[in-house]
């Protein structure tokens, strides 16, 4: 009978130590094995940034015609150097050099009912002008501002030019597309570049001559010298 106690102590004895065994062998091969993830689901793939549609508006600066770009010109006039004749039907301000040329220059003119001719000269100069719509003005097109700080993006552009006792300037413009058009309330407009450099040309009293619609500057052909 003493026997069998201790038979069975042994045998319990040595259970305990199997499964000590194996829960160590659990052990050591859990921690080498690979992790078991956090959350047992597939990965979601993770949505691709939307890119923007290209723009039609590209940033590249707006090229001229070949033919309002900024010219030396064979232009016989009998008109004195210094003077400024207005081409309103062909869109071209002649700065008159004298000797039968002259420096040309695209522009944009008066639309349809709004150009106007005659003889003025230059009142007044200035620099990134501030803009004041004139009551008439005002009256065709009421949501313009009443006025607006001279800048880049005011109309009048980089420098005007102011004829006589009129509304009327020839002055820059930050919209050069529309050089070669007949655009205006009756302003003369150059692109900025082309404006600044009539500006160092031109004094107070300059003579202004502005060429009605159906007639040609002096009805002379200008050749590019």
């Known amino acids: 009978m003493f026997g069998s106690r201790n038979l069975v102590s042994y ?98 003119v008066g639309r349809d009912g709004f150009t106007w001719s005659g003889v003025q000269t230059v009142t007044k100069k200035a620099e990134w002008p501030d803009w004041t719509p004139p009551p008439e003005m005002i009256a065709r097109q009421p949501y313009l501002p009443r006025h607006m700080a001279g800048g880049p993006g005011n109309p009048l552009g980089a420098r005007a030019m102011y004829l006589g006792g009129t509304v009327y300037r020839i002055h820059g413009t930050n919209q050069p597309s529309t050089i070669g058009t007949h655009v205006s309330s009756g302003c003369i407009r150059l692109t900025n570049q082309d404006v600044t450099d009539l500006y160092s040309r031109v004094n107070v009293g300059t003579r202004v001559i502005v060429m009605p619609m159906e007639r040609r500057a002096d009805n002379a052909p200008a050749q590019r010298s």
């Open 11 to 108: 045998s319990r004895r040595a259970l305990a130590s199997v499964t000590l065994i194996a829960g160590a062998m659990a052990l050591t091969g859990s921690a080498t094995a690979a992790p078991l993830p956090l959350f047992p689901f597939p990965a979601l793939e993770q949505p691709r940034a939307v890119q923007p549609a290209p723009s039609d508006e590209g940033d590249a600066p707006f090229e001229l015609p070949a033919r309002f770009k900024r010219q030396t010109v064979n232009y016989p006039t009998r008109e004195p150097a210094g003077t400024i004749i207005i081409d309103n039907p062909n869109t071209y301000l002649y700065y008159v050099l004298g000797g039968g040329q002259a420096i040309r220059y695209g522009i944009g």
